[in-house]
């Protein structure tokens, strides 16, 4: 995806351990005709497919996800990653962060995921997919099935792809970074 790829070089910052910053567009100020297009995409390549919601992890998955349901007129779920002591019928997992170098709960309610549904699950980054492996195993437990998983920026010198490959489910990135550098960013062709 073209135009999100110019946008990384334009305005993203590559730190030291991998890490890309994209907070003036995704992750603080958002780009709302930016994230109409990552949904736009979203659609081409996940509009065939046989589902009734999307899931989400809060926070920076859920302004693509958004995207994405308002364009297929599907409801959105987000996994919170704060366990709120009102929920009911709670299913939970544990994720590991990368960024924050620490393990969190995840969950959902049961109320929102059941086992009728089809989702696919979008998030804002994939680096070593533990997001994506902790939401599809609350997708599991609540006998709900995962069709595809979409992220906008695949940090693909990563494990993620690898791991979620094992999954086998489509797995689409719109723009794949091989390799991050001293304020260079390097793309997969
Ligand atoms: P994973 O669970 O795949 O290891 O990491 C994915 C999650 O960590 C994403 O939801 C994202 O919030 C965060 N993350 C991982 N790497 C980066 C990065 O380079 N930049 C930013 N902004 N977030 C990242």
Same mark, same amino acid.
Do not use: W
């Given at each position: @995806?073209?135009?999100?790829?110019?946008?990384?070089?334009? !305005?993203?910052?590559?730190?030291?351990?991998?890490?890309?910053?994209?907070?003036?567009?995704?992750?603080?100020? @958002?780009?709302?005709?930016?994230?109409?297009?990552?949904?736009?995409?979203?659609? &081409?390549?996940?509009?065939?497919?046989?589902?009734?919601?999307?899931?989400?992890?809060?926070?920076?998955?859920?302004?693509?996800?958004?995207?994405?349901?308002y364009?297929? $007129?599907?409801?959105?779920?987000?996994?919170?990653?704060?366990?709120?002591?009102? @929920?009911?019928? @709670?299913?939970?997992?544990?994720?590991?962060?990368?960024?924050?170098?620490?393990?969190?709960?995840?969950?959902?309610? &049961? !109320?929102?995921?059941? =086992?009728?549904?089809?989702?696919?699950?979008?998030?804002d980054?994939?680096?070593?997919?533990?997001?994506a492996?902790?939401?599809?195993?609350?997708? $599991?437990?609540?006998?709900?099935?995962?069709?595809?998983?979409?992220?906008?920026? $695949?940090?693909?010198?990563?494990?993620?792809?690898?791991?979620?490959?094992?999954?086998?489910?489509?797995?689409?990135?719109?723009?794949?970074?091989? =390799?991050?550098?001293?304020?260079?960013?390097?793309?997969?062709?």
């Open positions: @995806m073209k135009l999100l790829k110019d946008r990384i070089l334009r !305005d993203g910052k590559s730190f030291e351990g991998g890490i890309l910053k994209v907070d003036s567009f995704i992750n603080h100020q @958002m780009d709302p005709i930016l994230m109409k297009s990552i949904g736009v995409e979203f659609v &081409r390549r996940f509009g065939h497919l046989p589902i009734n919601k999307i899931v989400t992890i809060e926070a920076s998955g859920i302004a693509p996800a958004i995207m994405l349901g364009l297929l $007129e599907l409801p959105v779920v987000f996994v919170k990653k704060a366990i709120p002591k009102t @929920m009911e019928k @709670m299913l939970t997992a544990s994720v590991y962060s990368f960024t924050k170098d620490k393990t969190y709960d995840i969950c959902v309610s &049961r !109320d929102f995921l059941t =086992a009728d549904d089809r989702v696919v699950f979008i998030d980054f994939l680096a070593n997919g533990n997001a492996i902790g939401v599809h195993e609350l997708v $599991e437990k609540a006998g709900a099935q995962v069709l595809g998983m979409g992220f906008i920026i $695949e940090k693909s010198f990563q494990q993620g792809h690898l791991r979620l490959r094992e999954l086998n489910i489509p797995i689409e990135s719109l723009a794949r970074v091989k =390799a991050l550098g001293d304020n260079k960013v390097e793309f997969e062709d």
